[in-house]
């Protein structure tokens, strides 16, 4: 049974600094690539970052460059989002994806809500 489990996620101020850990069962994690993707109330699932199976290549949309940080520890099989200087609208739902490099399926979460507000 493959399981995704994220965890981190609550309210937090704007500038607040948060983390979010998504914990992985059932796959083959270290050749797995991980994404977070993000859903904010009425809009579209966007993805936020992605990380290679050894962690040697990352991206980020570009709302989140400089801000946010992702990473993995594959003895632990998780993957971490490392939020920093956090805004409004970064308000949303944030979902781990993994992808196992040689089976063409998406395994996913089901989501830690991160709220930004005053």
């Known amino acids: 049974q493959v399981q995704l489990v994220e965890s981190g996620g609550g309210l937090v101020q704007p500038g607040g600094s948060l983390r979010l850990s998504c914990a992985a069962s059932?796959?083959?994690?270290?050749?797995?690539?991980m994404r977070w993707y993000r859903r904010a109330p009425g809009k579209e699932r966007e993805l936020v970052a992605g990380?290679?199976?050894?962690?040697?290549?990352?991206n980020y949309a570009d709302s989140v460059k400089g801000r946010f940080t992702i990473s993995r520890d594959n003895a632990k099989n998780t993957v971490y989002l490392q939020m920093f200087s956090l805004k409004p609208e970064d308000t949303a739902v944030y979902y781990c994806?993994?992808?196992?490099?040689?089976?063409?399926?998406?395994?996913w979460g089901k989501g830690t809500l991160v709220t930004v507000s005053s």
């Open positions: 990380i290679s199976s050894a962690g040697g290549s990352t």
């Open positions: 059932g796959l083959p994690f270290s050749s797995s690539a």
């Open positions: 994806n993994a992808q196992p490099v040689t089976y063409g399926i998406n395994y």
